[in-house]
């Protein structure tokens, strides 16, 4: 079985080029550690069918293509507007090369469906050192349902990855 989660850094980090000095410069030193966003909902999705067509030939494994849950907990944000296209992209690909996609962003967007938190990275020191904080009080402090800062998932969050990908796992989904 071979999981696939790409697209998240394809939308945040050229969000991040647009925002103050210290997430500019966090950006770049991103894209030097090698992760390149593509340009866009195109290339995201000509680069992502065809890393699964080299998959496919190399191996007859199930792939299990996971979509992205949220970037923000405001549906209605840009960045969740691109991410339903990059979702829509994914699902394409996983029907047209039998590939399994777990429902994860379904399941996100029931939970956020009338939440309007446009709490987004509001912090870049605050992403640097959430690491030594509990999970689920940095979420309660921020009003936060999925995740700790709008990207990074809290334990809820995970659980529906977990959730999702063990049906999937078990041929249930």
């Known amino acids: 079985i071979i999981i696939i989660s790409a697209g998240h850094n394809d939308i945040i980090i050229p969000q991040m080029d647009k925002m103050k000095f210290f997430y500019r410069f966090c950006s770049k030193l991103i894209k030097f550690r090698g992760s390149i966003p593509t340009r866009g909902d195109r290339d995201f999705s000509f680069i992502y069918e065809d890393m699964i067509k080299k998959v496919k030939k190399i191996s007859d494994s199930k792939i299990i293509l996971l ?82 800062d709008g990207v990074h998932l809290n334990l809820l969050g995970a659980n529906i990855y ?6 999937c796992l078990k041929g249930e989904c």
């Open 67 to 148: 979509p992205l849950s949220c970037i923000s907990e405001d549906l209605s944000s840009s960045l969740n507007i691109k991410r339903e296209v990059f979702n829509e992209i994914i699902k394409e690909i996983g029907e047209k090369y039998n590939c399994v996609v777990p429902k994860i962003d379904e399941e996100f967007n029931k939970l956020l469906l009338n939440s309007n938190n446009k709490y987004f990275l509001d912090n870049i020191f605050n992403t640097v050192f959430d690491v030594f904080k509990p999970i689920n009080s940095l979420s309660k402090k921020r009003k936060l349902k999925l995740t700790i």
């Open 162 to 167: 977990k959730q999702e990908i063990m049906s």
